[in-house]
């Protein structure tokens, strides 16, 4: 079954052309089933690739997906036109009383600011208590999932000595998890971070269960049963080219940066990366998106109840 999308919105061709199951709303408004509805809250600058990335992966399943996007109420974003926007998106203060099978709460590159004195944390803490309410199940990245470690279990995020950045090593550490169905015992992720969560405070705290991790890198995929939600601190969302065009744009701006860690073909940045993590960034969301379809309520109404 496909994920729905407005025919309007540039994800639609795009993965139209991939050859991902795409219905418009009109058409899925006249099939007699529920829809899982799935919300993407986007904190990321460049909304469109941002959404098209998400899109794809749950997309790629055998359900009919309600693919709904999200931003901050009263955040204006400089980097995707208002006009997009405006047509595709609808602030959190008007959906706060609709209820969603699934949450995406996306990274945001605000690493180096405290999270008090992000502008829109207070509205995004109301967000993740309406998560309890309003929400089946949340899926926090990078930045996103660092801020619901803090919220819900009191967890800071750490500075590294330098940014963690390109293709690094993974392992399984709980095969058994319905999320990890599938899965290699060892795997490679796409890594673009300055900060990080420590093994050793998320294994100090009740509730918390690392599900994979990288002795580079530390904690990525991270369970809490409790508030019925994954964090994952890294992205197998990205694309085969997101790192390249990161390096590039820094590089052009003449930062310092350093070539991404095992991303290129013998670390030559002339040479086209590879894609090797497309499989288990597929295998991941369609689990996350299976788990969801046989826990959700039916009724709507009963989700947080």
């Known amino acids: 079954m496909p994920i729905t999308l407005p025919e309007s919105l540039p994800a639609f061709d795009v993965l139209t052309r991939e050859g991902v199951m795409v219905m418009s709303d009109m058409r899925a408004a006249r099939q007699d089933i529920r829809p899982l509805r799935i919300g993407l809250l986007n904190l990321m600058p460049k909304k469109i690739q941002t ?30 036109a208002a006009e ?11 959906v706060r009383e609709e209820r969603f099978d699934g949450l995406i709460i996306t990274g945001a590159p605000i690493e180096h600011l405290p999270y008090e004195d992000v502008t829109y944390w207070g509205e995004l803490a109301e967000v993740f208590a309406w998560t ?17 470690l803090r919220h819900f279990h009191g967890l800071d995020k750490h500075m590294l000595p330098d940014k963690a950045f390109g293709c690094y090593r993974h392992r399984n550490l709980a095969p058994a998890s319905p999320y990890l169905q599938g899965f290699s015992d060892d795997l490679l992720i796409p890594v673009s971070r300055w900060t990080e969560m420590r093994a050793a405070e998320i294994d100090a705290t009740p509730g918390l269960e690392t599900l994979i991790a990288s002795d580079a890198v530390g904690p990525c995929l991270v369970e809490d049963a409790a508030h019925r939600a994954l964090m994952i601190f890294n992205h197998l969302e990205y694309d085969s080219t997101t790192l390249k065009e990161e390096y590039d744009r820094d590089m052009a701006a003449g930062k310092p940066v350093n070539v991404p ?38 009724d709507l109404a009963q989700i947080g109840q």
């Open 132 to 148: 309890q309410t309003h929400v089946h199940h949340t899926f926090g990245v990078c930045w996103g999932g660092m801020a619901m």
């Open 84 to 94: 997009h926007m405006a047509e595709f998106y609808r602030p959190f203060a008007e």
């Open 261 to 298: 860690q095992n991303y290129y073909p013998d670390d030559d940045p002339a040479r086209m990366p590879l894609n090797r993590w497309r499989s288990h960034a597929h295998l991941l969301y369609g689990n996350w998106i299976n788990q969801i379809y046989q826990t959700t309520p039916y």
């Open 51 to 80: 959404e098209t990335q998400f899109a794809r992966l749950i997309g790629a399943t055998p359900l009919q997906i309600e693919f709904s996007l999200i931003r901050m109420s009263e955040h204006e974003t400089k980097n995707t």
